[in-house]
């Protein structure tokens, strides 16, 4: 293997005008007298297997290159990271002018195509920096991290291998645990893309069950070195907010009042309630792309505290006619390239903490 960010939509707008809420963006003087916060997203993407064109990788690598049955080129690899780079560009609002601080993000080869997109034309201007981590996966897929170095400090990150005692050879993404300073605050963001759903659901679920326990154990072991720490949780998590693996093991709930002090909250529970997803599968929307987090951001703790939680849905991201009108507008359909975006639709959080 070669080793080498949403919008907010009118109701949010007219939600934080509502309740007297006043952001300011990076570099705006605090008008006296009221009380103004800063604002900062949180993004998650899964890029859908964006691979480089160089075949390191055996028999999986051999599709995403020139010889393999994808016939992926310079071409459709260039398009690609045009395509994220302009959806990234896209996840601004009138508070954070400049994106996401934080992107996690899947499906990635290797931190090279990371350092690709972030030199992309359309948000090259914003300096986004690269964590990345080779997991033993055998499709070849990662995680990794985009941050802005002007709203977070990057102060350590630690890998954690999913083990499977009954299954030895098992092999899946690492997750990654990313400690920082955001807006002075210090947050743990641990990125995820859990086991997949193939097999069938339920049989494949204590797979995902196992995943979710290693994201709780990981959560608590850094709650425990820093008290008082924000912690989110996401990723591709192939479940849903209601499965076991996220409401059960996880223990994120659907209602911020039944959250407790050691508990996590899960805000696209209600969103899928609401019919909003951010992945299709036979016609019927799922919420895998989840952000969750813990008691500490949702009651704001340290400073910062949690506002609110969006699916970025626009229109640019979706089929526009033919049978999946309306579904993500993916790079490959039906084994052809179509040269669209990702088979999965961004999710974002905005936290604010206010400015002294």
Known sequence: MRRTTLLLLPALVSLLAFVGFNAV??????????????MYGVAFYNLENLFDTINNNGKYDLEFSPQGSNNWNSHKYNTKLDKLGYAI???????TPMGPAIIGCSEIENESV?????????????????VHHDSPDLRGVDVGLLYNPRFFRLENVTNHTLRIPELPNFK??????VVGELGGSR?????????SRRGGAEQSSYLREAAAALSRSIADSVTALYPGIGVIIMGDLNDDPGNRS???VLGAVKNPKDCKPDGFYNPFWKKLDDGIGSYVY????????????NYNLLTGADG???KEAQVLNKEFLKQQEGKYKGYPFRTFSGGAWIGGYSDHLPTEIFLVKEVK
């Not at 990371?114 to 690269?130: M, P």
């Not at 947050?187 to 086991?195: D, G, L, S, T």
């Open 304 to 306: 910062l505290k949690f």
């Open 187 to 195: 947050v743990a963001v641990i990125v995820n893309h859990w086991p």
């Open 282 to 293: 036979r016609g019927k929307w799922d919420l895998f792309d989840q952000i969750i987090i």
């Open 89 to 95: 560009s896209q996840m601004t609002t009138t508070a």
């Open 114 to 130: 990371l350092q690709d997109l972030v030199r992309n034309k359309h948000i090259r201007k914003w300096h986004l920096q690269v």
């Open 172 to 177: 899946t993404r690492d997750q990654m645990c």
């Open 246 to 248: 996220c409401s059960e």
């Open 25 to 38: 963006h990076a570099g705006a003087a605090p008008e006296p007298g009221k009380k103004q916060y800063q």
